[in-house]
Nanobody, 116 residues
Framework: QVQLVESGGGLVQPGGSLRLSCAPS????????MGWYRQAPGKQRDLVAT??????NYADSVKGRFTISRDNANSKVYLQMNSLKVEDTAVYYC???????????WGQGTQVTVSS
């Protein structure tokens, strides 16, 4: 079964930057939306950013700091995170939504820790 593989997480100081990447382990057809979600300890999983063929969509908490981009030829999605804050600490998950079964793919998650 095809899986999404995230990379690029780590430990960074407040104000720093990280770039997350996500790519499928095989071919995925009919991708409609690519996105990033995050889940902090004890909290629900929340949307960070999504991108279709049109304009990207961001959570208010990351607007102006994070940028989502996609490589359609290779079915990859990226999240450039700048001016990181302690409250950005979470496990970040990649998500693809497709117009054919199985409709929804998730990655295993990558830990982002912002701490001094």
């Amino acid at each position: 079964q095809v899986q999404l593989v995230e990379s690029g997480g780590g430990l960074v100081q407040p104000g720093g930057s990280l770039r997350l990447s996500c790519a499928p382990s095989g071919s995925i057809f009919g991708i409609i939306v690519m996105g990033w979600y995050r889940q902090a300890p004890g909290k629900q999983r929340d949307l960070v950013a999504t991108i279709t063929l049109g304009a990207p969509n961001y959570a208010d908490s990351v607007k102006g700091r994070f940028t989502i981009s996609r490589d359609n030829a290779n079915s990859k999605v990226y999240l450039q995170m700048n001016s990181l804050k302690v409250e950005d600490t979470a496990v970040y998950y990649c998500n693809f939504r497709t117009k054919v079964s199985p409709w929804n793919y998730w990655g295993q998650g990558t830990q982002v820790t912002v701490s001094s």
